[in-house]
């Protein structure tokens, strides 16, 4: 079954360090890019990291960047987002996605159901 | 940073009718842009890419239309799944952005 399933979502202090993680199947995980994507209580979606097949190159949304790393193990099949510094405003779903497409055709076309982090004292 | 103006923010559709989405850029994206549909406690699902060809297995009711900075979303007869959000991103540049939603209710 092709899927991917987040993982390490839960409630944390501000200023405080949370790793997520999130596990890939079903599909060769190494011939794809992996993304993570977050969505605020109510909000829409916001991009945040983005790593190619190899994790060879990596980008950041300005929101995040210098705070939060992506890495992923292709031995394992999965991607993780370690997230430092967090403040209130990262509260969130957070759902890493697929990069199934082109290079050129930077899509999202598979999606976990995501996990939830609170920042909050 | 480019930025996504999708409107309305909420519109209100009878059974059977025909939906239209707008999403607007503030500049050109060329054709790269995606539209996605996201219900209540799900992901979101890629359902339009390259601004008017249809991911796998979305029905034929969903088109899109546009280039530019100009672009549409169509659902040409709401069915009763088909109420939800609805999201345009851009990928032409980075970073990749999406516009704020445009939430399709029942009338």
């Known amino acids: 079954q092709v899927q991917l399933v987040e993982s390490g979502g839960g409630v944390v202090q501000p200023g405080r360090s949370l790793r997520l993680s999130c596990a890939a199947s079903g599909f060769t995980f190494n011939y794809y890019g992996m993304f993570w994507v977050r969505q605020a209580p109510g909000k829409g979606l916001e991009w945040l990291a983005v790593?190619?097949?190899?994790?060879?190159?990596?980008y950041y949304a300005d929101s995040v960047r210098g705070r939060f790393t992506i890495s992923r193990d292709n031995s394992k099949n999965t991607v993780d987002l370690q997230m430092d510094s967090l403040r209130a405003e990262d509260t969130a779903v957070y759902y890493c996605a697929r990069w199934g497409y082109s290079a050129r055709q930077i899509l999202f076309d598979l999606w976990g159901r995501g996990t939830l982090v609170t920042v909050s004292s | 940073e480019i930025v996504m103006t999708q409107s309305p923010a909420t519109l209100s559709v009878s059974p059977g009718e025909r939906a239209t989405l707008s999403c607007r850029a503030s500049?050109?994206?060329?054709?790269?842009l995606a539209w996605y549909q996201q219900k209540p406690g799900q992901a979101p699902r890629l359902l339009i890419y390259d601004a008017s060809t249809g991911a796998a297995g979305i029905p034929a009711r969903f088109s899109g239309s546009g280039s530019g900075t100009e672009f549409t979303l169509t659902i040409s007869s709401l069915q009763s799944e088909d109420f939800a959000v609805y999201y345009c991103q851009q990928y032409d540049n980075w970073p990749l952005t999406f516009g704020g939603g445009t939430k399709v209710e029942i009338k």
């Open positions: 790593i190619w097949s190899d994790g060879g190159k990596k």
């Open positions: 500049q050109s994206v060329s054709s790269n």
